[in-house]
C-alpha cells in the first residue's frame, strides 16, 4: 500500500470550535488502525502507516488504534501491539485509543473506564489522547457525553485530544466537548 499526500488528506474530514465559530479547517489525517499490527518488533501490518508518518513529517496524523473493540478487558494490551504502537510515535503523531460509545447508549461510566485502562497503559505504549467512535449527534445524547467527557478529561486532563465520530455534524453541545469532531466519513471524491 502506498500514500500519497492527496490520498492521506482524504482520509477525514474534521470539524473543530476555533474561538466559539465552528470551521471547516485542514487539521491533518486521521487514521483507523483497526488492523492487528503483526509480530514485533516487524509489525509488519502497520508498516504503510509507519512509513507514511515518517516521511510526510510535515503533515498531523491521528492514529486510532483499538486492540479489542476498546482497550479489551485486560490491564495492557498484548505484547505486540505493546511493540508495535512506540514504532508509531513521531513528532508529527497523535495516537488515540479507541472507545466505542454506541449512539449514546453505553453507560458514561463504561467508556470513563475505557479511558482509565488507557490513560495506565505503560508509557512506551501509552495513547496521547482519545476517539470515541458511534457518537449520536442529537441533543437528546448530549448528557451521556458531557458525563463521559467530563469523567475523562478527570483522568486525563485539558490536554489530551479527544476526537468525536458521529460521522455527521452533531447539535452545537458537542462541539465545546472534543478537540475534532469527524463530520464526514466517505472519500475525498464523494465529499467534493
Known sequence: MTFSKNLLKAFTAVSLVVQGAF??????????LYIYPGDAPACAQWGPVITAVQTYTDLPFYIVVNPNSGPGSTATPDTNYQGCIPLLRHSNVKILGYIPTTFGS???????SDANTYFNWGSAYKPDGLFFDEVASDSTNLPVYQN????TRAIWGTTAP?????GVTPVAGY??????????????????
Open 106 to 112: 453505553r453507560a458514561p461510566s463504561a467508556i470513563v
Open 23 to 32: 470551521a471547516l479547517v485542514s487539521s491533518g489525517v486521521t487514521v483507523p
Open 175 to 192: 462541539f465545546s466537548l472534543a478537540n475534532f469532531i469527524v463530520t464526514f466519513e466517505n472519500t475525498y471524491s464523494v465529499w467534493q
Open 162 to 166: 479527544i476526537m468525536f465520530n458521529p
Open 148 to 151: 463521559a467527557t467530563s469523567g
